[in-house]
């Protein structure tokens, strides 16, 4: 694996309490975390992914998420590998619900989706937790945050990371699985691991 790209900044704690970097530092040293980050497939990561104390630290930067009311609304279940070949049996199952005519091939390739990634996790939103008042958009944001937060603290880590989603996140077979209330909806898996190869840039948006 490779080591850490960005050392550990320690919180400011309270104002009185300086910066460790001079502010334009610390701005160049976000800017380049943010920019540095990009989407790297499952198929393209291999382990190891992150261990316990580093997957702690992602979580952690969930929690600096913009949060309206303090709902914390959303949560992410962690699907280790003695769970995958579960979840690759729904991914299955949700293909045969969409395509009654998918072939043995193609519900093998969609079982197979679940063991790629070294670290899996899927994003719940829920959108009735707490003050009804905070509408299902604002609690999508504070999740898009929260995985955001995640991302960049995996690229900090030196880890590739990717968001995928589909049609299966809406089946009632992946919903019965993971247990989803009504008002809980699957928002996004996410991937996590060493990189094992890359695809070309991508030019950003000025």
């Not at 729904?90 to 390739?109: K, M, N, S, Y």
Request: aromatic letters at 4%.
């Amino acid at each position: 694996m490779m080591p850490p790209v960005f050392p550990a900044v320690p919180s400011a704690g309270t104002a009185s309490q300086a910066l460790p970097l001079a502010d334009n530092e610390l701005a160049a040293m976000v800017a380049l975390l943010i920019k540095s980050r990009r989407t790297i497939l499952p198929k393209r990561l291999m382990l190891p992914g992150p261990d316990p104390d580093q997957l702690g630290m992602i979580l952690d930067a969930a929690a600096s998420a913009p949060d309206p009311g303090q709902l914390l609304p959303w949560r992410f279940v962690l699907i280790p590998q003695s769970a995958r070949a579960r979840l690759g049996d729904v991914f299955g199952a949700a293909l045969i619900e969409r395509d009654a005519a998918a072939t043995p091939e193609q519900v093998a390739q969609a079982r197979e989706k679940a063991h790629r990634s070294p670290l899996l996790m899927l994003a719940v939103v829920d959108g009735e937790r707490g003050d009804p008042e905070i509408d299902l958009h604002e609690r999508i944001v504070s999740a898009g945050c929260a995985v955001q937060n995640m991302l960049l603290m995996a690229t900090a880590l030196g880890y590739g990371s990717a968001l995928t989603s589909g049609k299966a996140l809406k089946s009632p077979v992946l919903r019965a699985l993971f247990g989803l209330s009504p008002g809980e909806h699957a928002l996004c898996f996410i991937s996590m691991g060493t990189v094992r190869s890359r695809k070309g840039e991508r030019l950003r948006p000025v």
